[in-house]
């Protein structure tokens, strides 16, 4: 089957032809309007909570689709907000970047594109035996969304990431991060989020994902960005850069956007 991807001819305006879900009423990312936004008391009631564990020596891959460090943590727990009762654990991280820094965000904010998006994936375990399975349900995923700004100090966690990109340039490839990686760096200090009711932003698009996007961004340098840019989609000598790797957003229909001020 033709490998899916981000040009005009295998990009998100086909991904339904090939993966019926990416057609669906529950599509992500959305574009976050903040006027629309409620504030729901229930959220407030019940905090959203998480515990990580560090760990080094994860595994990180070029997907072809931009890297992903592979974080199966039976340690790790989200809970609260608008996860109901369920415990979520850690399965992946990975981010999405654009070709310059004035886009790369999936979500936007009152159509404002971030210079990337990082998303933390987390799975079901109160109910699901694992994440294959959970990514088949409507309450399967919970996937922490945080924006990146660009500025002028480097993000230290980001940059253990970038300090290993440049072996696996290629496709498939894949390394250990020797340095010791808490996913809880990742977070900006201010935790108020939006969330909502989605999907996976890549195919197959299952609609499996309670969406919670923190409203503030982290910072990373355009260096940084730069280096994500120089992984490559394909595995053999041709080089095709990965230099966008980001959906635009779908429509959010009748679907409840809820915020929470933590
Ligand atoms: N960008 S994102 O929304 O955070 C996102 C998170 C995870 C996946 C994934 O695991 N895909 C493979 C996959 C799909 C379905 C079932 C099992 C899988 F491994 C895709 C997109
Ligand atoms: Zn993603």
Redesign the pocket.
């Known amino acids: 089957a033709a490998e899916w991807g981000y040009s005009p001819t295998n990009g998100p305006d086909v991904w339904a032809r090939l993966f019926p879900q990416a057609g669906g009423a529950r599509q992500?990312p959305v574009d976050i309007c903040t006027s629309i936004a409620s504030s729901d008391s229930n959220l407030e009631m019940k905090k959203l909570t998480f515990a990580y564990e560090s760990q080094s020596d994860l595994r990180i891959l070029n997907t072809g689709h931009g890297w992903k460090v592979e974080a199966p943590q039976s340690g790790s727990r989200l809970e609260g907000g608008p996860l109901g009762e369920d415990i979520y654990q850690l399965e992946?991280f990975?981010c999405?970047w654009g070709e310059t820094s004035a886009e790369g965000s999936?979500h936007t904010v009152d159509g404002r594109a971030y210079a990337g998006e990082l998303?933390l994936?987390h799975w079901n375990t109160t109910k699901y035996q694992s994440?294959?399975e959970a990514?088949q349900h409507p309450d399967g995923?919970a996937?922490l969304g945080v924006f990146f700004d660009v500025g002028n100090e480097s993000n230290d966690e980001i940059e253990k990431i970038v300090s290993t990109l440049s072996e696996i340039k290629f496709k498939g490839q894949f390394t250990d991060i020797p340095d010791v990686i808490d996913p809880t760096t990742f977070l900006p200090s201010g935790l108020g989020y939006w969330t909502y009711l989605g999907?996976?932003?890549?195919p197959?698009c299952?609609e499996c994902?309670i969406w919670i996007v923190y409203k503030e961004p982290i910072t990373v340098t355009e260096e940084q960005l730069v280096q994500f840019r120089c992984l490559s989609a394909c595995s053999g000598e041709a080089e095709e850069f990965i230099v966008k790797n980001y959906r635009p957003p779908q429509p959010l229909g009748n679907r409840a956007l809820r915020e929470c001020n933590a």
């Open positions: 992500s992946q990975h999405h999936e998303h994936v994440f294959a990514a995923l996937v999907s996976l932003t890549t197959p299952n994902v």
